[in-house]
T-cell receptor, first 110, second 114 residues
Framework: GIQVEQSPPDLILQEGANSTLRCNFSDSVNNLQWFHQNPWGQLINLFYIPSGTKQNGRLSATTVATERYSLLYISSSQTTDSGVYFCAVGFWGGSEKLVFGKGMKLTVNP | DAGVTQSPTHLIKTRGQHVTLRCSPISGHKSVSWYQQVLGQGPQFIFQYYEKEERGRGNFPDRFSARQFPNYSSELNVNALLLGDSALYLC?????????????FGQGTRLTVV
């Protein structure tokens, strides 16, 4: 089945720093989403980005579908950015599901 | 607009018991998917339903079952609970299926089996 790898697995930053999270996937996809899991467990949608570039405030994302990777940029990080970030992909003929990476734990210190 | 709602939010059950988890999708969404997330891992796919038909099933034992109702809400049932079933159960709602349309998740049901 399709493999989704996220890097780095963990990241510790000082408030105000920038970061880049990477998601590599092993096959063509029709859906790619980035989520932030809050301390209570809910997955918060950040981006739906099967291809191209999107920006939302301090966050932006780029997916290069032909090269099978996506990047999530966080600029001027804040302590509220702390948590676990997941990349998930969907594709036809794959049991109609999202396949998640293992996640990246971000800690932003004041 | 209401998001995806799941009930209950927390649940404690004893080994061998049965549990039913419920999910109401976003209005207009016809697909509901279920995922299990154990501590420290990413969510794992259990089922997807679209228009009341099962479209996908993950690698879970037959103790796990689900259904979707005419109003597109869904139930996940787990029989003969094991300690290893303790996890966060997440429901996702999407217009068609998460394979090609954006999925939105509920707040989850945290199940503890003792």
């Amino acid at each position: 089945g399709i493999q989704v790898e996220q890097s780095p697995p963990d990241l510790i930053l000082q408030e105000g720093a920038n970061s880049t999270l990477r998601c590599n996937f092993s096959d063509s996809v029709n859906n790619l989403q980035w989520f932030h899991q809050n301390p209570w467990g809910q997955l918060i949608n950040l981006f739906y980005i099967p291809s191209g570039t999107k920006q939302n405030g301090r966050l932006s994302a780029t997916t290069v579908a032909t090269e099978r990777y996506s990047l999530l940029y966080i600029s001027s990080s804040q302590t509220t950015d702390s948590g676990v970030y997941f990349c998930a992909v969907g594709f036809w003929g794959g049991s109609e599901k999202l396949v998640f990476g293992k996640g990246m734990k971000l800690t932003v210190n004041p | 607009d209401a998001g995806v709602t799941q009930s209950p939010t927390h649940l404690i059950k004893t080994r061998g018991q049965h549990v039913t988890l419920r999910c109401s999708p976003i209005s207009g969404h016809k697909s509901v998917s279920w995922y299990q997330q154990v501590l420290g891992q990413g969510p794992q796919f259990i089922f997807q339903y679209y228009e009341k038909e099962e479209r996908g099933r993950g690698n879970f034992p037959d103790r796990f079952s689900a259904r979707q109702f005419p109003n597109y809400s869904s139930e996940l049932n787990v029989n003969a609970l094991l300690l290893g079933d303790s996890a966060l159960y997440l429901c996702a709602s999407s217009l068609r299926g998460p394979e090609d349309t954006e999925a939105f998740f509920g707040q989850g049901t945290r199940l503890t089996v003792v």
